[in-house]
């Protein structure tokens, strides 16, 4: 590893040791990986990923998870919730992200309480705070630190230690819940759940990885695909093309828009 990415590291293991917690709020994602990484060269076997399983998550997410901290050692500790039984997620207001992690970071703690532990890291980064992001606010009433933003880790620094670490999250694109599909202000049920999830394991099939696709009305009779940059050409190809309409018209959709920005 470069000297210069070694130094950056080893500030980002003294704030985890300075903090003395060993458990991580962990996606699989790219952030949370490293910051586990880290938790675990600092406190070995003892460190833990805190995983939410819910329906918002993609499908074989867990599975994945399980793999990612299992080649690196520590343990996982899952958790089962039901945000469709939470009123105040259903409706789908612009702080929906605040609700859902105060609910589950809260249930982390009461966790960890009982377990000889006061607190946990929350995987977020210096680009994480010029974004619009409601969830934050639950970190700062909740008390919970992050150590990639304390030691300057911004998204790009991330994914080069990561890639210098071996993770094999290091290139994997952002991932978000399947709740973010679904614009503010559209009720937020299992039926539009699933179909996006099924939109997305569909496109999966077809060969676009890191693809998201979005409702755009209440009746989900219009939808908007996101692919990755390296994928447009794929979708040039008629025939292709032609089968992602064919598959997505047979789930009901009536409009389907291909996002020209990309993810």
Not at 13 to 18: D, N
Request: proline content about 4%; overall charge positive.
């Amino acid at each position: 590893m470069p000297h210069t990415t070694l130094a950056q590291y080893d500030v980002l293991k003294e704030k985890i040791a300075g903090y003395g917690y060993y458990s991580v709020a962990y996606s699989g994602g790219v952030d949370s990986s490293l910051l586990f990484k880290a938790t675990f060269d600092v406190f070995g076997d003892k460190a833990t990923a805190l995983l939410a399983d819910s329906v918002l998550l993609s499908p074989n997410e867990v599975d994945r998870a399980s793999t990612q901290v299992a080649s690196i050692g520590g343990r996982l500790q899952i958790f089962h919730y039901d945000p469709l039984a939470w009123p105040e997620f259903l409706t789908n207001p612009t702080d929906r992200c605040y609700h859902c992690k105060k609910k589950i970071y809260s249930k982390f703690l009461e966790f960890l309480r009982t377990n000889s532990q006061n607190s946990f890291y929350d995987g977020s980064n210096l680009n994480d705070l010029h974004d619009d992001r409601p969830g934050r606010r639950a970190l700062v009433e909740l008390d919970i630190p992050t150590p990639l933003i304390e030691a300057g880790f911004d998204k790009a620094t991330i994914r080069r230690v990561a890639r210098e670490l071996d993770l094999p999250t290091w290139n994997k694109p952002s991932s978000s819940c399947l709740a973010t599909r679904i614009p503010h202000g559209l009720k937020i049920d299992h039926r539009k759940i699933s179909l996006v999830a099924s939109c997305e394991q569909t496109l999966l099939g077809l060969g676009f990885h890191g693809c998201r696709t979005r409702l755009l009305d209440d009746e989900a009779r219009a939808v908007s695909i996101e692919i990755t940059e390296e994928a447009f050409t794929t979708f040039t190809d008629t025939k292709i093309r032609n089968k992602v309409v064919a598959a997505l018209r047979n789930k009901g959709f009536k409009q389907i828009f291909l996002n020209l920005a990309g993810r």
